[in-house]
């Protein structure tokens, strides 16, 4: 999976993270795991680090999936 490099400073850059985690989420609730996958791998790189959140009911079928592993290993 290519890492998507995110050069904004600061707040910017958390807001890229948010916004990421937020298509992540929005991604799963239409079922579409590449989607899901790229976005999460998109926030992690920008500075997503919510473990509680990856660990939520919804995330779960995917942790099996070495997509899911490899963008969440850091």
Do not use: I
């Not at 976005?39 to 919804?58: F, I, K, R």
């Amino acid at each position: 999976m290519t890492r998507v490099r995110c050069t904004a400073p600061g707040r910017h850059r958390d807001a890229v993270s948010a916004g990421h985690a937020g298509l992540a989420g929005l991604a799963v609730t239409r079922n579409e795991t590449g989607q899901v996958l790229s976005h999460l791998d998109a926030a992690v790189t920008a500075g997503y680090n919510d473990c509680v959140a990856l660990h939520m009911a919804a995330l779960r079928p995917l942790h099996g999936d070495p997509r899911f592993r490899s963008c969440t290993s850091g």
